[in-house]
């Protein structure tokens, strides 16, 4: 159980675009997901907690209007990087929290190359 | 600001060796300390310690923390080269309700 999934794994994309990740608790449901980046040889860093059927919570220095972030159902939180810009080139990594276990279990990550 | 650092940075041991990382964390509002173990994609879950001084253990691998001390260590004994990966600690606030608090990670190596 506590099976989390992201998708795409890479994704390629021009200066200017929008990229939409998705990630999915496919055994249970998590009311709370959360949306981490990291840049490389770095460690985690969170950017925003998302809850079912309410507005995100986001970090000190993460721009909302940049990184959108819905959670419409028990299963699915997305984050879209709008206008991405080479700087937001790194690795995105998801997290559902498991309630019963109490602790977050995490997606396979998806790396985001801007050119 | 809540902080966790993990020591050392980066550790090169032959298999068979035993090792020992460490977590020392000052998370306010303190629930449980979480160690990821991360290889090339995401972390994936190792231990979740809430009680100190109770050891978790899954095969080779073991966990206790010191709420006094607000230090946790993770042993790993009779590594072997899938051992290599970055260890990850993490303090957790609200029971899976917040967002984490990790560490720099420690990079294990383990030569052949």
């Known amino acids: 159980g506590a099976v989390v999934s992201q998708h795409p794994s890479w994704v390629i994309c021009k200066s200017g675009t929008s990229v939409k990740i998705e990630c999915r608790s496919l055994d249970f449901q998590a009311t709370t997901m959360f949306w981490y980046r990291q840049f490389p040889k770095q460690s985690l860093m969170l950017m925003a907690t998302?809850?079912?059927?309410?507005?995100?919570?986001?970090e000190q220095g993460v721009e909302k209007d940049k990184f959108l972030i819905n959670h419409a159902s028990l299963t699915l939180s997305t984050l879209t990087v709008t206008s991405a810009h080479p700087e937001d080139s790194s690795f995105y990594i998801c997290?559902?929290?498991?309630?019963?276990?109490?602790?977050?279990?995490f997606g396979p990550g998806t790396r985001l190359l801007v050119l | 600001e809540d902080k966790v650092v993990q020591s050392p940075l980066s550790l090169v041991v032959h298999e068979g060796d035993t090792v020992t990382l460490n977590c020392s964390y000052e998370v306010t509002n303190f629930r449980s300390l979480l160690w990821y173990k991360q290889e090339k994609k995401a972390p994936t879950f190792l231990f979740m310690l809430?009680?100190?001084?109770i050891e978790k253990k899954s095969g080779r691998l073991s966990s206790i923390l010191d709420k006094k001390e607000l230090f946790s260590i993770l042993n790993i004994t009779a590594t072997q080269t899938g051992d290599s990966a970055v260890y990850l600690c993490a303090g957790d606030t609200g029971g899976g309700a917040d967002g984490l608090t990790f560490g720099k990670g420690t990079h294990l190596i383990i030569q052949p």
């Open positions: 998302s809850n079912e059927g309410s507005k995100a919570t986001y």
């Open positions: 809430t009680s100190s001084g």
């Open positions: 997290s559902a929290s498991f309630p019963a276990k109490g602790a977050q279990y």
